[in-house]
């Protein structure tokens, strides 16, 4: 009987502190949140723009080699004029992709999540208040891999929604510059 009252109190304790853990938790979110519009951490889907849309030739010179497709000296022309439009295509794909609303409340996921595996509340809130304490050194060595962590994910998720959508506006360019 004495060894469950210890047991008891344990269980009791911990049940009472899961509401102070959770609190925590949302404190530290919104540290990390404040801290990625302070860094404006939002920057980066423009680039993620501009990153993805560099793949545009390289789908579409995957599309023409594995159709096997040779272009005459004609096609080669005609698929230099119309390239712009075809580049204009998948950067509004990726454009549209990186807007919405579901890879934007992703995205500030990832952020917030890899500013968590970082930064403690506290250090947040240091962070946050000043910059150039302690804490803000750390946020400084860290942040390269941080962003490198949160493209890195971005990217890859885009890889299964938008990289399928590319490769189709690759496919219907390559077909309209291949017809004869």
Known sequence: MFASRPLKAGLLAAMLSLPLLAHADAAQ?????ELAATLNIDNMLPALVDRTTASGPILL????????????????????AGLKGYMDGIHKLATDYFASAAVKQQFEQTVVKNLNAQFSADE??????FYKTPAGQKLLKQQPQIGNAIAGETLKSA???LLPKMQAAAESYGKSIAKK
């Open 29 to 33: 979110d919104a540290g990390a949140k």
């Open 61 to 80: 010179q995957d599309y023409l080699g594995k159709n096997k497709i040779q272009l005459t000296p004609a096609q080669q022309k005609k698929a230099q």
């Open 124 to 129: 947040l809130k240091q962070i946050n208040a």
């Open 159 to 161: 890889e299964k929604t």
